[in-house]
Structures are given as C-alpha cells and as structure tokens.
T-cell receptor, first 115, second 117 residues
Framework: AQKITQTQPGMFVQEKEAVTLDCTYD???????LFWYKQPSSGEMIFLIY??????QNATEGRYSLNFQKARKSANLVISASQLGDSAMYFC????????????FGQGTRLTINP | KAGVTQTPRYLIKTRGQQVTLSCSPI?????VSWYQQTPGQGLQFLFE???????NKGNFPGRFSGRQFSNSRSEMNVSTLELGDSALYLC????????????????FGQGTRLTVV
C-alpha cells in the first residue's frame, strides 16, 4: 500500500522567509512519482513540482524546490522568499506504477504567510 | 488553452436524492480521475476513466458511479445521497498514457462543492 504523511497541520511564516513543508512517503514500488499541489481557498488544486524516484537531481520550479532524500523516503517542499499569495493548503501526493493514474495524497499543511 | 471545467460549482441536495457532476478535461487529455475531499478523510480517489473505460477504482460504495463520453468529458453520479457525501469533488485531467504514468501531471478543476441536507 502507498501512504503519504504530512506531519505539520499548520505553519506560520514571515513574508520573504523561506519555508520547508515536510512530506514522508511509503511504498514498496521502486518506480514512483512525487507531486506537490497548492490548494487556495477557491478549491482548485494547483500543480507545483514533480520528482521521479529515479531522478538524480532535486526538482526545482522557480521559487519551489523539492528536497528529495530517497533513503529517508522524504520529499520536502522548499519555498524560497515566501509571498502573501503563498498562503494556502499544500498537499504532497504520490503515484506508483501499480497505482497507475491514482494519486495518493497526504493530509496537507496549511501555510499562512504573515506580512 | 482552456483548463479543466467542473459544473456546477455548488450544489445543495436532500438525503436520498441523486446528483450528477460534470467534468470537461483539457483538450487532448483522455484520462479523467475523480477525487472526494472531506475535512475528516482528506483527498480520496474515486475512479479514473480513459477512453470511455473505467481503468481504476477506489474504495467507494456502488452508489458512486461514473462514465466518460467519446469527447473525454466525464460525469460522476451519486445515488441515494447521504449526509456523509457532503464534500468537495475534484476532477483531474491528464494525458493518461500508460507508458509514462509517473511524471504525467494531473490538472485539476475548481471542484464541485456538494452539500447534502
């Protein structure tokens, strides 16, 4: 079975600071993909960044980077220079070969950026 | 390029009724997946359709069903609604190619918020 664990229900960060959102995963499948999504209050899930299990380098997309530690089964999201618009729920998700198109989500972290 | 469109955005239904939700994927995407989001259970996978066929299914009762049309648009139906069906229902669209499932992004719609009273 696949499982995603996000241990931070909520985080409060000052604007312009960097923030790390934790994500650990569990799967016996050697081939998997890890995703981070942002969900503002409007409800839409916005794709942020992807990391494949065989990727040698950590993924980066603008202000977002993924700290991938395969041996520890962790895939933490790092947001640099946080902005007020970053306030939202953040979900870590995983897809495996066995699960095909199914995404397994963590419980999410609510990030609040303070001015 | 138009995004994923879900209709309606909001619904209020009474226990025992049935409801149909609609999802139009991104043009060219053949895979449509449905997820239920509740405060208690989080995001849970309902099912996935590809080329009009259900390819994957989550652990939901038979009251939850879906279908996909030849233009890839998908509908989800819930019969005999229960209070616990109140949730945000999200639809995700992707290319759905089996040979590259891992890095295939899933693009989500804004969801349909269903309230059962």
């Amino acid at each position: 079975a696949q499982k995603i664990t996000q241990t931070q229900p909520g985080m409060f960060v000052q604007e312009k600071e960097a923030v790390t959102l934790d994500c650990t995963y569990d799967t016996s499948d050697p081939s998997y993909g890890l995703f981070w999504y942002k969900q503002p209050s409007s409800g839409e899930m916005i794709f942020l960044i992807y990391q494949g299990s065989y990727d040698q380098q950590n993924a980066t997309e603008g202000r977002y980077s993924l700290n991938f530690q395969k041996a520890r089964k962790s895939a933490n999201l790092v947001i640099s220079a946080s902005q007020l618009g970053d306030s939202a729920m953040y979900f870590c998700a995983m897809r495996t070969i066995q699960g095909a198109q199914k995404l397994v989500f963590g419980q999410g972290t609510r990030l609040t950026i303070n001015p | 390029k138009a995004g994923v469109t879900q209709t309606p955005r909001y619904l209020i239904k009474t226990r025992g009724q049935q409801v149909t939700l609609s999802c139009s994927p991104i043009s060219g995407h053949r895979s449509v997946s449905w997820y239920q989001q509740t405060p208690g259970q989080g995001l849970q996978f309902l099912f996935e359709y590809f080329s009009e066929t259900q390819r994957n299914k989550g652990n939901f009762p038979g009251r939850f069903s879906g279908r996909q049309f030849s233009n890839s648009r998908s509908e989800m139906n819930v019969s005999t609604l229960e209070l616990g069906d109140s949730a945000l229902y999200l639809c995700a669209s992707s290319l759905g190619r089996r040979e590259t499932p891992m890095n295939t992004e899933a693009f989500f719609g804004q969801g349909t918020r269903l309230t059962v009273v």
